[in-house]
């Protein structure tokens, strides 16, 4: 069965902090890991990542994947309360499928 | 672009009663939509998959009968849940295949279903 596993569950974090959240998969017929931000409404798309070791930035997010050792992690740096949010990680399968993990509730106090 | 449009954001009803909510892609066509569903604090579960034209592929342990979803068009899928029962009560998204943009996958705001 597949299985995508976030960590962790949840953190509280001060403005300015720097903050790593973590995925790790287990599937059959790997084709991508992707993360999206969830404000209590859809999730918004950040990244999409098919290859190791190719860091993909935007503003103060960045990401990586490790498809040796089969996780990728999800980094912000100078947090803001605007960044408080789930952040989930999802792996597309074959069969355009995605599976998610269970997400992480990120709160950043000002 | 690749937009999707869900609707209703938010239903109350009676038990016993159907609802109908309704994803459609505004800006491009999309073969294929998916619906999720999302209980307080947890993940996204994919119910079904749902291909223009043809039967909708249900993930194991989810009802068809009980949730029925229609693909009529290429820029419409609806998601009916008949017979509503308490436990019925989540949060339903849809997304649906948008190529190579936004990673592939635009999703709806959401249907926040209360049955009472």
């Known amino acids: 069965e597949d299985k995508v596993v976030q960590s962790p569950l949840s953190l509280v974090v001060h403005e300015g902090d720097t903050v790593t959240l973590n995925c790790s998969y287990e599937?059959?017929?790997?084709?991508?890991l992707l993360w999206y931000k969830q404000e209590k409404k859809a999730p918004t798309f950040l990244f999409m990542l098919?290859?190791?070791?190719i860091e993909k930035k935007s503003g103060r997010l960045s990401s990586i994947l490790d498809k040796k050792e089969l996780f990728s992690i999800l980094n912000i740096t100078a947090t803001q309360t605007g960044d408080s949010a789930v952040y989930l990680c999802?792996?597309?399968?074959?069969?355009?499928?995605?599976?998610f993990g269970a997400g992480t509730i990120l709160r950043v106090k000002s | 672009g690749a937009v999707v449009s869900q609707h209703p954001s938010r239903v109350i009803c009676k038990s016993g009663t159907s609802v109908k909510i309704e994803c459609r892609s505004l800006?491009?066509?999309?073969?294929?939509m998916f619906w999720y569903r999302q209980f307080p604090k947890q993940s996204l579960m994919l119910m079904a998959t749902?291909?223009?034209?043809?039967?909708?592929?249900?993930e194991q342990g989810v009802e068809k009968d009980k949730f029925l979803i229609n693909h009529a068009s290429l820029t419409l899928s609806t998601l009916t849940v008949t017979s509503a029962h308490p436990e019925d009560s989540s949060f339903y998204i849809c997304?649906?295949?948008?190529?190579?943009?936004?990673?592939?996958?635009?999703f709806g705001s959401g249907t926040r279903l209360t049955v009472v």
């Open positions: 098919t290859s190791s070791g």
């Open positions: 749902s291909n223009e034209g043809s039967k909708a592929t249900y």
């Open positions: 999802a792996v597309e399968v074959y069969g355009n499928k995605l599976v």
């Open positions: 997304s649906a295949s948008s190529g190579p943009l936004l990673g592939g996958y635009t």
């Open positions: 599937v059959t017929n790997f084709r991508s």
């Open positions: 800006d491009f066509q999309a073969t294929t």
